[in-house]
């Protein structure tokens, strides 16, 4: 079994910065890719930014020039470093984490979220 925890979140005032961190841990053989997702009041769960095993980045149009995620593949952890905040930016931001289990299935694991709330 995968375990997928997030941390960081928060209060943050309009124009602020904050991190997540997010860590997968269980029976992991190989991940194929981590990433942000994010899911406001009254909408569908969106994407904020993944990156692959080759260490390449894609952000949703919204995140570009705000976001930076990054991983530590070999401790199985991505960041999300997130700049100049705005009140749509409130939102749980979930981690997601897909790669082969240790019985070499595929696993797509989510962590339970973490809220971030702007206020302008």
């Known amino acids: 079994q995968v375990h997928v925890v997030e941390s960081g979140g928060g209060f943050v005032q309009a124009g602020g910065s904050l991190s997540l961190s997010c860590e997968a841990s269980?029976?992991?053989?190989?991940?194929?890719?981590m990433g942000w997702y994010r899911q406001a009041p009254g909408k569908e769960r969106e994407l904020v930014a993944t990156?692959?095993?080759?260490?390449?980045?894609n952000y949703a149009d919204s995140a570009k020039g705000g976001c930076t995620s990054s991983t530590l593949n070999a401790q199985n952890m991505v960041y999300l470093q997130m700049n100049s905040l705005n009140s749509e930016d409130t939102a749980v931001y979930y981690c997601n984490v897909r790669g082969y289990n240790s019985g070499r299935r595929v696993f797509d694991a989510w962590g339970r979220g973490s809220q971030v709330t702007v206020s302008s």
């Open positions: 269980g029976s992991i053989f190989t991940i194929v890719a």
């Open positions: 990156t692959n095993a080759g260490d390449s980045t």
